[in-house]
């Protein structure tokens, strides 16, 4: 399963939204019903630190400022309002069965 | 909360072998299918490997079959990798990763190939 992310970069002010794309190839709508597609943000020289799992459900301790929506092949992710901290790459995994990545989204502040 | 920790990460000599433990805790692990993920700063993020709950099912990316082996042992709450002649292609940070709908990553193992 291929994942298309976008944009590759972006440059956000600080209290703006953001919003990331995720594409997939063939459907993540696995037969129990959910999305198996998570997005997770990497701080430089920080393993993955998970924001959302199963297409929609913030995981413990991510602030609600992030948001997740989609099914089937088209997925996003949206920061209501960029905080300095958000800054790093964002990327989407599908677990279907082999997992694969998007490319990342670079964030970084104006 | 879920925590997964790598170990096993050293420098190594092109066609030598090393072995990754990743321990679990915090979730049902026997009930999960576990992977191995590799990220490099040029080929970023690959799934090396992966295996069923019970270990009766394995799979592997094709650039590494038949050199890297796969296992678990649910009584330690562990997933292993057995990685046998390596190349400098192999040179990565090592992640395990939960596939438990929640999708948890370890803080991964660096291995390096190198003479």
């Known amino acids: 399963i291929v994942m298309t992310q976008s944009p590759l970069s972006l440059a956000v002010t600080p209290g703006e939204p953001a919003s990331i794309s995720c594409r997939s190839s063939?459907?993540?709508?696995?037969?129990?019903?959910?999305?198996?597609l998570n997005w997770y943000l990497q701080k430089p020289g920080q393993s993955p630190q998970l924001l959302i799992y199963?297409?929609?459900n913030r995981a413990s301790g991510v602030p609600d400022r992030f948001s997740a929506s989609g099914s089937g092949t088209d997925f996003t992710l949206k920061i209501s309002r960029v905080e300095a901290e958000d800054v790093g790459v964002y990327f989407c995994?599908?677990?279907?069965?082999?997992?694969?990545f998007g490319g990342g989204t670079k964030v970084e502040i104006k | 909360e879920v925590q997964l920790v790598e170990s096993g990460g050293d420098l190594v000599q092109p066609g030598g072998s090393l072995r990754l433990s990743c321990a679990a805790s915090g979730f049902m692990f026997s009930a999960f299918w576990m992977s191995w993920v590799r990220q490099t700063p040029g080929k970023g993020l690959e799934w090396v490997a992966n295996i069923k709950e019970d270990g009766s099912e394995k799979d592997y990316v094709d650039s590494v079959r038949g050199r890297f082996t796969i296992s678990r042992d649910n009584a330690k709450n562990s997933v292993y990798l057995q990685m046998n002649s390596l190349t400098v292609e192999d040179t990565a940070v090592y992640y395990c990763v939960a596939q438990n709908g929640h999708g948890n990553w370890g803080q991964g193992t660096l291995v390096t190939v190198s003479s």
């Open positions: 063939q459907s993540l709508l696995y037969r129990d019903g959910y999305n198996y």
């Open positions: 995994m599908q677990a279907i069965h082999r997992l694969t």
């Open positions: 199963l297409a929609s």
